[in-house]
């Protein structure tokens, strides 16, 4: 039986990510698409092909669509480094994935799985 004294406020489960980036999934439905070769795909996919970051926890960085943040730009979607989340990034349409992993400093990510 389970006692006040024995219970642990927290369990952990490891991952491999070196850092977050958080992506609005609804911006990314509103321009439906908007980035990778194509120009159909999503931001947050689009990015983590870029990079070819392995899935889920196993990457090395996490790249993940959260609900709205409240900011909703036209033409854009709003993304968060977990970084520096004092300063949150509008990526517009077919932005430069290169430069906008640079900006979010996840390029050295990607050096890590090739
Ligand atoms: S719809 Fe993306 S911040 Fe609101």
Redesign the pocket.
Known sequence: METAGNRRLTDHVRSNWRKAVLV?????K?LDGGFGPEGNERLAKALRKHLALKKGRKAAAGIVEVN??????KGA??VVNGAQAREWLLVRRGADLDELAETLDLLQDRIAVS
């Open positions: 609005c999934r609804k911006c990314s509103k709205c943040l409240g900011v909703c730009p979607v709003t």
